[in-house]
């Protein structure tokens, strides 16, 4: 019975604990005329804690921006591109009590008469559990005004397989340029 409720209560946990490791954020500048965007050059790449990252985030990005419809360029685009990624460790705690249902002395203002009820008898366990997330920051800047005017956040949790890693980042950065350029901005080609 015990293991049941602790594999339940664990699936729980890392059902919930994956749901809210993918985060996407993302703004613009609301006076920026997106459709003038031709090109884009890197002006910041990312430096990861893993350096066979770099080539990986770079090649995302490029990815979405060319499927938008801007060419990289090495000089005089149009927008830079600024990257950062970093890693950080959470922590999560997860307590069981190894009590069990049972016959005991229970009643309304405290344990004075028989009963049924949950029987706290034993330890609590308390568990913490490590666990790296990753960031990775895409600022977009007018190389005229130099001024960001498209900025997009993502954060997950960091796997220890970089195959699982990889396909991660190509979906999160996919998801934060889902809606460039802009709503009002399209682009004309």
Known sequence: ?????????????MTTAVAIADEIKRDYDHTTNFSKYKTFMWITEPKPDNPLMKQRIIDAVNTQLELRGLRLVTENGDLGVAANAATREEHSLETFYDGFPGWGWYGPDGWYGPGW?????????????????GTLVVDLVDSQTKQVVWWGSATDTVSSKPEKNTKKLRESVGKMFKYFPPIGTTREG
Do not use: I
């Open 117 to 133: 009820g949950w029987g706290y008898w034993g330890p609590a366990t308390t568990q913490v559990y490590t666990y790296e997330v």
């Open 1 to 13: 019975m015990r293991t049941l409720v602790t594999l339940t209560f664990c699936v729980f946990v």
